[in-house]
């Protein structure tokens, strides 16, 4: 039946060829403004949104999911190039793409990225073809505490796999947690370390940290010591060999599971799919595996996990009005312009429309494949640009990419600040990706701790008396567990 | 004998930034747990519940984790890590976008952009003065017409905010 939907769906989308070129230019202008340091999808999806308005709302918005899935993907770009993640999505691919990268293998971490997201993809959007009715449902189940839960088992993840040492990755974390604290209080309204600066009421936005984080303190880093790319990817073939693929093909198809499902939970998004998949691989492969270092494995599941994400980011927000992210935050404001209200009611009774985005999300990841494999070469070019020029550009981009989020230079100043406090963090060996996602799943664990509160009196049993919110909390007691029992034989 | 001078003075520099980063942590998570009790109403789901959980495992591991490295270096059983190399060049490169950050709404971006990318590729070691004057008035140029015509919210223009 679901086979039978998403055939009359691709019907639908072929029989206007202006859809296609709307699907390829979204996937365009997403690899574009994901492969920049300091833009993300979001950013892309915002800048086009208006140009949407005056056009049929099924090319508008797979226009904004071809820039979803482009932007995720491009995000990976900068990341193996340049070390800088234009998401936190893209975080995970970094830990091991830049290492091969800085080996002479740009082409072969692109080619095999590119391989992987389109795979990961493409096994989300039919994954979700046949399980969307039966996700919403499990999507409802999910309450406060499971939420808290999730966010505790997502904090613990990139605990575990980011650092050697449990105590600084907590720390990180925490911090992070901490920075979304700052601004109004989201249950009482209060305003909180604020300090009477007016800027700082609404909160300190995620980009410009993400840009200082990962862009401003790259460039600090770079200050000390340009990067020499010896072998940078000349003559290098772009399409991924046959032999990799084979070798990386159970990593694809297990983090592609695990990213459209952790991305079809509410609030996840691609940034904690990309590192669950990265921690299950870190798991599979073992203590002596020589993950972080540039192997192509760890290339392949995150990549694969946060495009799969995209198509599961889409179920909540479909089904349940919730957006997983702020990519989909920004759809869901597209499908509201264009005169839909996603929610229950929405999936049922437009269904030709949910089947016919699940088709366009499968066409863009085909217009990512060609995208990807055909501009690779343009893309590694990046590297060879002198890097005393790169490198100031990239500072260049990271503050009027900060100014640009809500065209302040107070958020210029956020982004300054955060670089520093990267670079510091980098020097004394505190992990960063810790800090980044305590920073993006702060405000939603707040809230659904306080909510839980609320409803329990007070009571914290009521994180362990809810089956899904136990088996999470299960879950991030065994990744740490792991990590200190490994780190214990490893000493 | 120098080059060890060199490499104590550097695996030095790093505990001491190790150890003012980390002590600074404790510092600010410590202040930040006390000045959260303002927020709190008295109940366990107060504004105050979160803010205190955060800083006060971010205090509590910084305070383990400053003590582990210390415990390293007074048992001399090896340097609390690799040795670092030590530069001025990120204090000089961040100190010159702090420059440029305050000096954009007085002088204006138009003036100071191009001089600040100049600077900055000067520091990074670019010479070519076609390259410094193409790339700080190209790149400078671009993003203004971008944030001016596409966004209509141009950075302030500063001194020759009339002429404009």
Redesign the interface.
């Known amino acids: 039946m679901e086979a039978l939907n998403i055939v009359h769906g691709m019907s639908t989308v072929l029989s206007d060829p202006v859809t296609l070129v709307f699907i390829f230019l979204g996937v365009f202008a997403g690899v574009f403004v994901g492969a920049l340091p300091g833009l993300t999808a979001t950013t892309g999806c915002a ?1 086009l949104l208006p140009f949407t308005f005056g056009h049929e709302p099924l090319q508008g918005i797979l226009m904004l999911v071809g820039v979803f899935c482009g932007g995720i993907y491009g995000g990976s770009l900068s990341a193996i190039l340049l070390r800088t993640p234009g998401t936190p999505a893209a975080a995970a691919t970094m830990i091991d793409g830049f290492p091969m990268s800085e080996r002479g293998e740009a082409g072969r971490a692109i080619g095999l990225a590119t391989v992987a997201s389109f795979f990961g993809g493409t096994v989300g959007a039919l994954i979700m073809t046949l399980l969307a009715p039966k996700l919403a449902i499990i999507g409802l189940a999910f309450g406060p505490p499971e939420f808290f839960s999730l966010t505790l088992f997502g904090l613990a993840m990139i605990v575990a796999v980011s650092s050697d ?1 449990l ?2 990755g ?2 990180a974390a ?2 992070g ?2 920075i979304t ?1 700052i601004g109004f ?1 989201p ?2 309204g ?1 305003s ?2 604020t300090f009477g600066v007016r800027n700082l009421l609404g909160g300190l936005e995620l980009i410009p940290i993400l840009v200082g984080l990962f862009g401003v303190t790259q ?3 770079r ?4 990067l020499v790319f010896p072998k940078a990817a000349k003559g290098e073939t772009f399409i991924p060999k046959w032999t990799d693929i084979v070798m990386t093909r159970w990593t694809a198809l297990k983090s592609s599971i695990i990213g459209v499902f952790v991305g079809s939970v509410p609030g996840a998004g691609c940034d904690i799919a990309a590192f669950a998949a990265y921690s299950e691989l870190k798991r599979s492969e073992g203590p002596n595996s020589d993950l972080g270092s540039g192997n192509p494995k760890g290339v392949v599941a995150p990549e694969a996990a946060n495009n799969a994400a995209t198509s599961g980011a889409l179920i909540p927000m479909l089904s349940l009005g919730v957006p997983g992210d702020a990519v989909t935050a920004v759809l869901l404001g597209a499908l509201t312009i264009h005169g839909f209200e996603p929610g229950p009611v929405f999936f049922t009774s437009n269904l030709d429309l949910i089947y016919a985005i699940f088709a366009g999300v499968i066409l863009a990841q085909l217009a990512l494949l060609m995208i990807g494999l055909s501009l690779t070469g343009v893309f590694a070019r990046l590297i060879r640009i ?4 790169m ?3 990239i ?2 981009l990271c ?2 990419g900060s ?2 989020v809500r ?1 302040s ?1 107070f958020d ?2 956020v982004a ?1 600040l955060f ?2 406090v990267g ?3 980098e ?4 992990p960063l990706s810790p800090l980044l996602l ?1 920073v993006v799943l ?1 405000t939603l ?2 809230q659904n ?3 839980s ?2 409803i329990s ?2 009571d914290l049993l009521i994180f362990l008396q809810r089956p899904i919110s136990l088996l999470l909390i299960v879950g991030a007691s065994a990744a740490v567990s792991i990590m200190l029992l490994r780190t214990k034989s490893a000493k | 004998m120098s080059r060890s001078i060199i490499k104590n003075w550097s695996t030095h520099w ?1 505990d001491l ?2 150890f003012l ?2 002590s600074s ?1 404790i510092v600010a ?1 410590a202040t ?1 747990f006390y ?2 009790r303002d ?1 709190g ?1 008295g ?5 105050n ?3 205190q959980l ?2 006060g ?2 205090c509590i ?2 305070a ?2 400053l003590a ?1 490295r210390l415990w390293v270096l007074f048992r001399r059983s090896g340097v609390a ?1 690799k040795l ?2 030590v ?1 001025w ?2 204090l ?3 100190s010159s ?2 420059g ?2 305050i000096l ?2 007085i002088i204006g971006y138009p003036i100071l ?1 191009p001089l600040w ?1 100049l600077a ?2 000067w ?4 010479r070519s003065p076609w ?1 410094l004057a193409s ?1 700080s008035i190209g ?2 140029a671009i ?1 203004w017409i971008l ?1 001016s015509r ?2 209509f ?1 141009p ?2 223009a500063g001194l020759i905010e009339q002429f404009l």
């Not at chain 1, 200050?223 to 340009?226: F, G, M, P």
């Not at chain 2, 109940?43 to 504004?47: M, N, R």
């Not at chain 2, 520091?123 to 670019?126: E, I, R, S, T, Y």
Request: charged fraction near 10%.
């Open positions: 800048l040492s105590l600084l907590v720390l925490s911090i947690m901490w604290t209080d249950i009482a209060s909180r370390y460039v600090f880093l200050a000390e010591k340009l002198d890097q005393r020029v490198i100031p550009a500072l260049f503050m009027m100014y640009s065209y230079i210029m100043f300054l670089g520093c670079y510091l963090f020097k004394t060996r505190i305590g702060g664990s707040e701790l306080r909510r509160l609320i009196n007070g | 790093v930034l190790s980063v980390l942590l998570s930040a000045l959260a927020y109403d109940s366990p789901s107060g504004g519940v979160f803010p955060a800083c495992i971010a591991t910084a383990i984790s582990n890590g670092e190399s530069s060049t990120p000089i490169v961040a976008t702090l440029f950050l954009l709404p952009a990318m900055t590729l520091l990074f070691g670019m390259i790339v790149l400078s993003a944030l596409l966004a919210a950075p302030p």
